[in-house]
């Protein structure tokens, strides 16, 4: 808590003037400590990415307390070159194939209060976890980027993606009752207490999907942040619009509220 909040919950400890002398109280009893910060365990999939590991690593704030590198298999260097880049590193191997396996291997192994999920081929800003840590300091249960909203935005999304996320994104709104405003997009935060509830299962791309589709059944928290996508900064992207696309619309016809108990 900051001098200025304390003063104005126990004003009791503000300076007072006796017989015209001012006496000073300390601005904070000794039992009147602030709570500890949370921890935040950051988790990066990666696949081959060894040329884009050091942008990225070098760009971690500090308010990251631990990072987990889920290694997929790389024929190159990528373990290798995380370790240099921060020795501290985590590093877990996927125990199946996909991007779905290789998240939720990294969720079982963060320890930390937060969980950030952010990927490896210099497409997101690692600077701007503070923004998705502000909102769960706040009250906030899930926080999830958005390219689509004032401040955000993509250097790299095509028209296809465009029109494909704009779709799924309508379709996610109706099925769920949400006012979301980007759905393909991986960058999300969310408190570790809330992993069971996200009760994840997907292998591919769709586990960013089913996240936010168990999220909004939850009754969670749900906040948005702006985000600025940049394009893979080496090497070529996994991700296969249309294919990856219908996987992310059977997964929201398939957990949208109620289809797990109709007949």
Request: with cysteine; hydrophobic share 40%; net charge neutral.
């Amino acid at each position: 808590m900051n001098h200025v909040s304390h003063l104005t919950e126990h004003d009791a400890t503000a300076p007072v003037a006796r017989n015209g002398v001012p006496t000073t109280h300390p601005l904070r009893r000794a039992d009147d400590r602030p709570p500890p910060r949370a921890t935040v365990s950051l988790v990066v999939p990666a696949r081959n990415e060894a040329r884009n590991i050091p942008w990225v690593f070098e760009q971690i704030p500090d308010c990251v307390d631990e990072v987990i590198l889920v290694d997929g298999d790389s024929r190159d260097a990528t373990v290798h070159m995380a370790r240099h880049c921060l020795p501290a590193v985590r590093h877990v191997a996927q125990s199946g194939p996909g991007k779905g396996n290789a998240l939720r291997t990294g969720f079982l192994a963060a320890s930390g209060d937060y969980i950030v999920m952010i990927d490896a081929d210099g497409s997101m800003l690692p600077g701007e976890i503070p923004h998705y840590l502000h909102f769960l300091d706040h009250g906030y249960d899930f926080v999830k980027g958005s390219r689509f909203i004032a401040g955000g935005g993509s250097l790299d999304i095509t028209r296809i993606r465009r029109w494909g996320n704009q779709a799924l994104l309508t379709a996610v709104n109706r099925l769920y009752g949400a006012s979301l405003t980007d759905l393909c997009y991986g960058f999300c935060a969310f408190r570790r207490s809330f992993l069971d509830d996200l009760d994840l299962h997907s292998t591919g791309f769709e586990i960013e999907t089913e996240m936010i589709a168990h999220a909004l059944c939850s009754g969670l928290r749900i906040a948005e942040v702006p985000s600025l996508e940049l394009p893979r900064r080496s090497g070529r992207s996994n991700l296969h619009a249309l294919s990856d696309g219908r996987r992310v619309l059977r997964t929201l016809i398939s957990e949208r509220p109620g289809a797990r108990t109709a007949p």
